[in-house]
């Protein structure tokens, strides 16, 4: 592993090398030689100094995961039939014919709650773009399709995509991820999302990077009364914007279904048996990335619990050393999956300006630094070059010239 992973967890505790070297039951040194590079850092040993910190993997059959809205514009499609019969595995004569107004389309086709956009005037202005939009029941809908065919949704999605490579746009995916009811009497070890409002206001949920969060409340927190239980509606958390291109909403699936169905919370935890609901929504080039990723083999659960990781960090107290450690109870559901980083169209940062600043504001003075140094017998010069540290940033901006230079070789040459 690349030694700024552990440089970043190590800030993000908080914790300088000595107290971290504490924490973990290493020596500092070594700390110091994995951060610098000097000794390779495993994923094992990586582990290892997270789980000081109350990291560990998680109970994986206490989620289900599953896609829970899917939205993709093709830019041309000509052959409605052939198009539903091959890729939603559905005769185009089950499909109904509509009007419609809706995304700046004319024209609609619906099965169920599977839907496809088109436009009346498609042979008259040439527009033979679509767009399919399967909502939760649809997709539930499009899985009977795929359980027929044994078929999967990587299948599906795959299939299109070598059909219409980039003229294919998913402009929206949401993963349902679904706590399961661990049964009658182990409900204290469920996770409790009124918990996040408690610790937020005692700085121990850390969602940083999605700055707005929001809930709603359908009762008094933490009630233990049971006579009050059935009256409550349930919490919603939202994290994010509803405009960005990622935002999580949380909610007690429990009590909606209860609503729903118009039977208690204890019956629909029999029949439904779902604790907590923990939703992600993704927009336009975000969802689009996510999609390929699937296609590409990486499990949809890996991807849930990545992108969650990417955003929200769950705590529980402090060590003797003031960092703070993960709340065990949120690393049972997502913990053991690293963040999720999202690749979007990304384009190399341009460093020639920084360099060029450095050749003719900066050069000078580092000659003289060094002839100063051969004169007097000092290391200024080395002591000058080895103070600064990389930030974040300016890691990632690295990571992306790496990669264009290996796809572009010689692009940066000049600058050197």
């Not at 990417?310 to 690393?331: E, M, P």
């Not at 080895?386 to 690295?398: F, I």
Request: net charge negative; hydrophobic share 35%.
């Amino acid at each position: 592993m690349e030694a700024y992973y552990l440089q970043r967890f190590r800030k993000k505790t908080g914790l300088n090398q000595s107290d971290f070297a504490k924490t973990v039951g290493i020596s500092q040194s070594l700390i110091s030689r994995y951060e610098l590079g000097k000794k390779t850092l495993s994923v094992e040993t990586f582990h290892k100094i997270k789980s000081a910190f109350g990291y560990f993997d998680c109970d994986k059959d206490r989620l289900r995961y599953m896609i829970d809205y899917l939205r993709i514009t093709f830019k041309s499609v000509r052959d409605l039939e052939k198009f539903t019969r091959e890729y939603l595995l559905i005769p185009f004569r089950e499909f109904g014919s509509y009007e419609t107004k809706l995304m700046m389309y004319t024209h609609l086709w619906k099965r169920g709650d599977v839907w496809i956009f088109d436009y009346h005037d498609k042979f008259e202005t040439n527009n033979y773009q679509i767009t399919i939009q399967l909502s939760g029941s649809g997709c539930r809908q499009m899985e009977v399709m795929l359980e027929h065919y044994g078929l999967t949704w990587r299948d599906l999605l795959a299939n299109m995509r070598s059909a219409f490579g980039d003229s294919m746009k998913v402009t929206r995916l949401d993963i349902a991820i679904d706590e399961l009811y661990l049964g009658v009497g182990r409900e204290n070890e469920q996770f409790q999302l009124e918990d996040l409002i408690s610790k937020y206001y005692k700085k121990e949920l850390y969602f940083d990077k999605l700055r707005k969060w929001n809930y709603i409340g359908g009762g008094s927190l933490g009630s233990s009364n049971n006579d009050n239980e059935e009256e409550r509606q349930g919490i919603s958390i939202y994290f994010g914007s509803r405009q960005s291109e990622m935002y999580f909403n949380f909610y007690e699936k429990r009590y909606e279904l209860a609503k729903q169905e118009r039977i208690t919370v204890n019956e629909a935890l029999e029949v439904f048996n779902i604790w907590n609901r923990y939703e992600i929504r993704l927009a336009q080039k975000k969802a689009d990335s996510i999609v390929n990723e699937y296609i590409n083999g990486v499990d949809l659960a890996i991807l849930g619990r990545g992108l969650i990781n990417s955003r929200i960090t769950v705590y529980d107290g402090t060590n003797d050393y003031g960092a703070y450690l993960v709340d065990s109870k949120w690393q049972r559901l997502f913990g053991g999956s690293e963040s999720v980083v999202i690749s979007i169209d990304p384009e190399p940062y341009d460093i020639r300006r920084t360099i060029a600043w450095l050749r003719y504001q900066v050069s000078n003075s580092l000659a003289l630094v060094r002839e100063f140094d051969k004169i007097v017998g000092e290391d200024n010069l080395d002591y000058v070059l080895n103070s600064g540290e990389l930030t974040d940033e300016a890691k990632r901006t690295l990571v992306a010239v790496e990669a264009f230079v290996r796809l572009n070789q010689g692009e940066y040459d000049d600058c050197v």
